[in-house]
């Protein structure tokens, strides 16, 4: 029964760091849409997106029949009971990448990221690719020096979201309302798509270290 | 056992339908602050929303060891799995809350609501309030009526959102950055808080009727 476990949860860990590889394929395609108005490559995210969705959601099926099947209790429960969690967070970075990707869609042939603040999103987008592909990692080995990297790599990303601010807010700022508008909506998904891999790395901390760490922490 | 875990069930309904009255009580005060620049109303809810997130914390609690002692499988696993996902809506939805409020702290003394979006952002803001009581309701009471009048509701809140972007990026706004930052921020929030809601409505349909609804759908 045990050892059935343990591959079960082999599998679930397998399939994690599977749509966590589709999440960082698909940020890395929204934000260069997004950098370089590049429709096409947008659409792609947008298409794809269901995939990511529904990996998400058959790992769920997958993590319920472990539950009934094996009935695991104590930390045993808690590591299903956070695969169920952590496949909830991919799933909502994936719509954050979703988003990003239609913003570039919206605008084209204009260019969405307004002028003054490309190189902020150029940051801010190769940040969050960086922080995808080590959650991939970090899903992958339960190394938690990585997870310690993915929260310094979201200051850096909440730190350039303030400065979106102060920039748009400023006194030099020209933009046009859509330029506003698109700068406001696009910093705050990158900002929650790193937000969600931070709350990741937390739970995958307790994965490896069994602190148990509650909803949303 | 059986009877036993029908009693653990009630007290997990219970207590969502004491989040949700919490939650139905800070968007009432959130979109009071934001509509009418209270700030000390938006500190009340910008103070008060750690007792949702502990309550919800508590809650899952309650539920993990349900499954450890329970053990249920089939239709009662899904039913104390949906709870767990439900919490976590209902927490999200707080943070909405609390973000609407702090947009209202943010610019005081200036009013944080555009001149020519006031009425929108009442009617949004009166929607939220009104969803909140709704789906306190439709916990309390599984009437899956209630799930259709919020699905309705939230066809209004999108609605709403789109005619804020429609405003601000038409010929005829005058808006600063400021207003314009605050709008998308704000109409986002609203749309987020009716989503969650909506999201929610659909798990009591599976705890009411047995018809099992993926994650996100």
Known sequence: MREVFQQELREVQDRLVEISTLVAGSIERATESFNESNV??????????????????????????????QQPVA????????????SASLERMGDMAEHIAQLSRYRFPEKVVPKGL?????????LDVEIA????ELLRTEDMSI???????????DALHLSVFDKV??????GAAADTVDATLASRYHERFADHAVSIAKKVQYLATGDWVPQDA
Do not use: P
């Open 40 to 69: 096409a490559l947008a659409e792609t995210v947008i298409e794809e997106d269901h995939k990511i969705d529904e990996l998400a959601g058959a790992l769920d099926e997958l993590a319920i029949q472990i539950l009934a099947r």
């Open 75 to 86: 930390r045993d429960l808690r590591i299903v009971v956070s695969a169920l969690r952590i």
């Open 118 to 126: 490309r190189g902020t999103f150029r940051d801010m987008g190769a």
């Open 133 to 136: 592909k080590k959650l991939t």
């Open 147 to 157: 997870a310690e990297d993915i929260r310094n790599e979201d200051d850096k990303v």
């Open 169 to 174: 807010l400023g006194e030099t700022w020209k």
